[in-house]
T-cell receptor, first 115, second 114 residues
Framework: DAGVIQSPRHEVTEMGQEVTLRCKPISGHNSLFWYRQTMMRGLELLIYFNNNVPIDDSGMPEDRFSAKMPNASFSTLKIQPSEPRDSAVYFC?????????????FGSGTRLTVV | GENVEQHPSTLSVQEGDSAVIKCTYSDSASNYFPWYKQELGKRPQLIIDIRSNVGEKKDQRIAVTLNKTAKHFSLHITETQPEDSAVYFCAAEVSGGGADGLTFGKGTHLIIQP
């Protein structure tokens, strides 16, 4: 298995533009998580899905952020409009829930820079 | 919600010595506690985890201990090597089943001095 795959690896965009981050979880995993990492706030859970259904989006900072999981093998995190304070590394992680857990596996992340 | 505190934020040890990183959590319902290692520019990678029905777990030079009564858990690295230099994160999860997401500590930057 190729692991959790995220794209793009780097994204530089201008303030006000729409940004879409993509994630492909490990095949067979049924839970997917979006995290944001900054020096100031560390690793924050933004939203997570179980069996493609959003369970908790209380970590999403503002209405400018939205996430979808249309099927078991794909999820997107969208920021519209983007702002400089959204600059961070965004990680997607997946897990096999309900079996006692084998740990969360992280993707390589998307480094977002909003100028 | 859960809150995880991690100490110290930076730890410098001589190569060959031991390193200990400590975490406390607030939600007594938490029952899964993983530790992640993150090298510069890389993803967090799971190095060891422990569940609430176990007090200690060991994997070669790495061990984790859990005190549920006091709500704290610790990472112990013995015989440290240069490749152990990284940022280490502790985390806690309530369900223990991989379904609820992890709450992370702020991380410890471990520096191994040659």
């Amino acid at each position: 298995d190729a692991g959790v795959i995220q794209s793009p690896r780097h994204e530089v965009t201008e303030m006000g533009q729409e940004v879409t981050l993509r994630c492909k979880p490990i095949s067979g995993h049924n839970s997917l998580f979006w995290y944001r990492q900054t020096m100031m706030r560390g690793l924050e859970l933004l939203i997570y899905f179980n069996n493609n259904v959003p369970i908790d989006d209380s970590g999403m900072p503002e209405d400018r952020f939205s996430a979808k999981m249309p099927n078991a093998s794909f999820s997107t995190l969208k920021i519209q409009p983007s702002e400089p304070r959204d600059s961070a590394v965004y990680f997607c992680a997946s897990s096999l829930a309900g079996t006692g857990g084998y740990g969360y596996t992280f993707g390589s992340g998307t480094r977002l820079t909003v100028v | 919600g859960e809150n995880v505190e991690q100490h110290p934020s930076t730890l410098s040890v001589q190569e060959g010595d031991s390193a200990v990183i400590k975490c406390t959590y607030s939600d007594s319902a938490s029952n899964y506690f993983p530790w992640y290692k993150q090298e510069l520019g890389k993803r967090p990678q799971l190095i060891i985890d422990i569940r609430s029905n176990v007090g200690e777990k060991k994997d070669q030079r790495i061990a984790v201990t859990l005190n549920k009564t006091a709500k704290h858990f610790s990472l112990h690295i013995t015989e440290t090597q240069p490749e152990d230099s990284a940022v280490y994160f502790c985390a806690a999860e309530v369900s223990g089943g991989g379904a609820d997401g992890l709450t992370f500590g702020k991380g410890t930057h471990l520096i191994i001095q040659p």
